[in-house]
């Protein structure tokens, strides 16, 4: 319990955002009250801490504005691309693969998933640890839950899986920081994906994924491999030519419904590897770039990343600073 405690102390220090006064008050909210009337009922959750907690959480339009606007909808692959394969980042992992390179070795023995892959992950969300976001996580999904109708339902659901995490390890949960989307911690993890994927991966009796690095390492890896990840098996694989873009509907679309490479083949996919099997499951991807673009064929494990985030720029990014490290 102790160490739980510190934990959230920890988090609490992190600098918060200029907050607004509107909040989600109960007594003038009554989409809140509804919420705190079916938590008690379902969950079992205290009526009076559920009043008082709401009465602390903040509406945040800076929130609606984030997400209305990410980066992967307005940037082309060149100017993504300069976000997160920087030298600095690249450094930045290979001191983490230093410092952590135990825990990363035993990840990837027991999860198979590269400790490079792992790092990427890492990096790319949270620079290692050090931007673990500036948003109190009950602040970002309330907001999200009763005043972004567009995903409301789902925003919901990670509202009270949250709200049970806290309750379940005696938490407070006005304290933890995350993103503008609620993901916390050094991997990022949505409130469901914490309850299905994190793990206690030093032994200490808690799944912290907020201030311990050991922990995110293995939570890391056991997403990957629920995700259905394979191992020593490759993320893309280059195409040599191709013909008749026209014929693959899916090929500059952020949409993930994967074609054989038969099927592939015949619509003018000439891959450089020519020892792919036909019934082989891939994605043809076209990246644009300022003038142009480039082409890609994403593999079982290219598809898995973007269980973590469904951009496939962000796919790409991972594995390129994946591949930095490894090298």
């Not at 955002?17 to 205290?46: C, G």
């Amino acid at each position: 319990m102790v160490l739980r405690i510190l934990v959230f102390v920890s988090i609490c220090l992190l600098p918060l955002s200029p907050l607004l006064a509107n909040t989600y008050d109960p007594t003038q909210r009554q989409d809140v009250s509804e919420f705190i009337d079916e938590m008690v009922r379902e969950k079992k959750m205290n009526r009076a801490h559920l009043e008082g907690l709401f009465k602390d959480v903040n509406k945040r339009d800076d929130i609606l504005e984030l997400i209305a606007r990410p980066a992967e909808r307005v940037l082309v692959w060149h100017e993504y691309q300069k976000i997160f394969i920087t030298q600095q980042r690249i450094d930045g992992g290979k001191k983490f693969m230093v410092d952590y390179a135990e825990a990363l070795k035993r990840a990837e023995q027991k999860y198979g998933v590269p400790a490079e892959i792992i790092t990427a992950i890492i990096g790319v969300e949270t620079y290692y640890g050090g931007n673990k976001g500036r948003h109190r996580v009950i602040d970002a999904l309330a907001t999200l839950s009763f005043d972004y109708p567009p995903r409301a339902k789902f925003f919901r659901s990670q509202l009270v899986e949250f709200l049970n995490l806290t309750n379940k390890e005696n938490l407070n949960p006005r304290l933890p920081m995350g993103s503008y989307a609620g993901a916390m911690g050094y991997p990022q993890f949505i409130p469901t994906s914490y309850r299905d994927f994190a793990v206690d991966f030093d032994g200490d009796g808690f799944a912290d994924i907020w201030t311990n690095p050991v922990d995110a390492i293995g939570s890391v890896a056991n997403y990957f491999v629920a995700h259905g990840w394979q191992k020593g098996q490759p993320v893309v694989e280059k195409i040599k030519t191709l013909k008749s873009a026209e014929k693959l509907p899916e090929l500059r679309l952020n949409r993930f419904n994967r074609i054989s490479m038969a099927e592939a083949k015949a619509a003018g996919v000439v891959p450089v590897n020519s020892k792919l099997a036909n019934d082989l499951k891939t994605l043809p991807m076209a990246f644009a770039l300022t003038e142009g673009e480039f082409y890609l064929l994403g593999m079982q494990n290219f598809y898995v990343i973007t269980r973590y985030n469904h951009s496939r720029m962000y796919a790409l990014a991972v594995h390129e600073l994946a591949e930095a490290l490894r090298k």
